[in-house]
Nanobody, 116 residues
Framework: QVQLVESGGGLVRAGGSLRLSCVAS????????MRWYRQAPLKRRELVAG???????VYAESVKGRFTISRDKAKNMLYLQMNSLKPEDTAVYYC??????????WGQGTQVTVST
């Protein structure tokens, strides 16, 4: 089992920045890719950014150039640096991980609210 715990969410004005963190614990030895998802009220959960075990990254078009995903394997940490935040970035942000057995894990989410 793997536990994921997010932190770093909060209230920020449009144009501001936040850095989300996700710490993985438990059986992290076989973790593969990790991702950030978000879900806004009344909307489906969507992929924000992902990073593979070899460090390659992918981003949603809506966040390209503003968000940066990174990970520290030694510390079992995943990060999301969010710059130039917009009100439409308001959502609950979830950390996601998959291991080499294709088992999936989710964090409990952290709220990000961007005011105008």
């Amino acid at each position: 089992q793997v536990q994921l715990v997010e932190s770093g969410g909060g209230l920020v004005r449009a144009g501001g920045s936040l850095r989300l963190s996700c710490v993985a614990s438990g059986n992290t030895r076989n973790l593969g890719g990790m991702r950030w998802y978000r879900q806004a009220p009344l909307k489906r959960r969507e992929l924000v950014a992902g990073i593979s075990s070899d460090g390659s990254t992918v981003y949603a078009e809506s966040v390209k150039g503003r968000f940066t995903i990174s990970r520290d394997k030694a510390k079992n940490m995943l990060y999301l640096q969010m710059n130039s935040l917009k009100p439409e970035d308001t959502a609950v942000y979830y950390c996601y991980a998959m291991n080499t057995l294709l088992q999936e894990y989710w964090g409990q989410g952290t709220q990000v609210t961007v005011s105008t």
